[in-house]
Each structure stands twice: as C-alpha cells, then as structure tokens.
C-alpha cells in the first residue's frame, strides 16, 4: 500500500485516507473550483510564482474570495511538503466555491475550501514516452472557446479534456489534441503543443482557447535564449500532420515528442534534434534553484545559491 501522505485541508494537516471535503461542496456538485499542478525538483518548487499567479487569475475569472493570501499558500504548501519529507514530488492545490445548497448559486457557499495535496511523482506520460514520444489522435470534440468554460481558466471542470482522453485510450493511444472551434490545433487534453518546421517554432496562441501553461512559456524563453525563430499563431491540421516535429508540454509531461497522429507519423517517427535540445535544456532549467522556491534552509545552503528577493520565503 502506498504511503498515507498528509494533506492540507483548510488549514489542518490530516492523513490523505482522512481528508475530507463536503458532499454539498460545489467543487464536487458543479466541478465549481480551481486547481493547480506543481512540481517539485531536487526541494525547489518550479516556478511557484507564477502557478500562483494563474491560480489568483483562474480565481478573479470565476469570483472566488480566496480564503488565504498568496504568502499563507506559499506557506502552507511548503510545510505540506516538509511534513511529508517530500523534496522530488507533485503539488496538487485546488480551491473550491465551498459548501453549499443544491443550487448552482455561488452566494449559498460561505467560504472557498483549500486542499494541498503533496505526492512523489509519477510522469504523467511515463519517462520511455519522453524519449521515445507517443501515439496520438486527433480528437472529435473541440476545446472549448475563450467565451465558454476556457481552459485559460484552470477550472476543475475538465469534461472537455476528459471526453478527448476517453476517445484518445478507446483508439488504444496515449494522447488526444483538440482543434479549437475554427477547426485551429489548440493543445492536448493536458499539455500544450508545440511544432517545428524548417527548424521554426510555432505554438497555438492564447485565442486557441488554451491554458497558458507554465512549462510553454519557459519552453518559449528557452527557445528564444537558444536562438530558434519562434512564433504564437494559428496552426492547421495540415501544418500539424506536415510538421518536421511536434511535442506536448506540461508540469507533469514535462517535454513529450509526438510520433504519430491519428495513424500519421510525424517527421521521422522519433524524436527531433530541436525537441531534443530543448528537453535537454529544460531538464537542465528545471533543477535550477534560481527558478523557483526551496522548501528548506538546508537545502539553500546546500545549493549554494541566494534565491532572488522575490523567491524567499516569508516566515
Ligand atoms: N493545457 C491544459 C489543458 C492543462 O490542463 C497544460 C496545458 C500544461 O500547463 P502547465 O502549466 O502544467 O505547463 C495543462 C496542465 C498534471 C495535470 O498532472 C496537469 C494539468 C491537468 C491535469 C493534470 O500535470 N494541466
């Protein structure tokens, strides 16, 4: 059995088996909430700053009083993951609308409930896939557009990325991408795509109504360091099935080629020199304390470094 971790629940550290959360809650009732995935490399939590801020935004968007500060978050993440001795691990933060009525009426929730899950992590897509790359299709149901349930918000309504999964394992392959309402490619159900042609860099833009990922935009800084001509623009299934190279990206994904889509193989059918420079570069980034929070004093000292003014933690 696996270890009971503990969790965060508003404020209180319980075993996970423990954690409890209302069934009148309308995370659960509505999937009213939001969420975020983290990571954690070698005690550096990558880019804190900047899920947080996603997560603040995804809250403004859906009207959520926040029950902490972004200070006490920090906070509370860190001891979450010092309580459970985890220094290699995956955060998991959601931030529910609270317990409720039967009634999709956001005003009948007193208060937003906060759950901080810390585990080690499992690769999402598994470690031979970010060698190897994986299958895909091209999924029938289309991400939904920036003026419905957008997945810019990082909402806990996921339907849409759940359906386009669901299609994705009944073709007995690892991943769906969705087109957006234009017949435009937007991102896989979890992770945000990238192409390469001719040795340039396109991405979907924000409009393909896609999460504005953690892991695109340092790819993308990446990218432009290394000197690769890249650009954010609407990209076609022609462009997508021509590609020299196609890969996903996300927290837990990280850097993942694309082999094949929907029984097409993609350039060579491995994984290209550019998505390999760049996984390259990203696994060199990832593991540097300047890039993100260290969970303790000791492991500052043992990496040697100063985090910036804005990393260190309050205490
Ligand atoms: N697009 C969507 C729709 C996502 O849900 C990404 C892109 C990548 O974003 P980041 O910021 O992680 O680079 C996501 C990531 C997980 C997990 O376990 C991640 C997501 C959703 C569910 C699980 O990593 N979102």
Redesign the pocket.
Known sequence: MSKDYLVYVDGDFVPGSEARISVFDHGFLYGDGI?E?IRVYSGCIFRLAE?LE?LWQSAKMLMLEMPISIEQMERAIVEALNRNSLVEA?I?VLVTRGKGTLGIDPRTCEKCSVVIITQPLKP?LGEKAKLEGVRTIIAWVRRDSVDATS?EI?SMN?LN?ILAKIEAINAGVTEAILLDRNGFVS??????LFIVKNGRISTPPMTAG???????Q?IIDLAGDLGYPIVERNITPYELFSADEVFL?????EVVPVREISSRPIGSGERGPVTARLAEEFDRFKRDPRNGVLITEDIRIVAGVDPPEENQRTS
């Open positions: 969420f995935g899920h996603r995956y998991r999402l997945h990082k996921y990325s991102e896989g159900s979890a992770e945000n896609i999460l504005p990922g953690v892991t695109r340092t990206t996300g927290t837990a994904a």
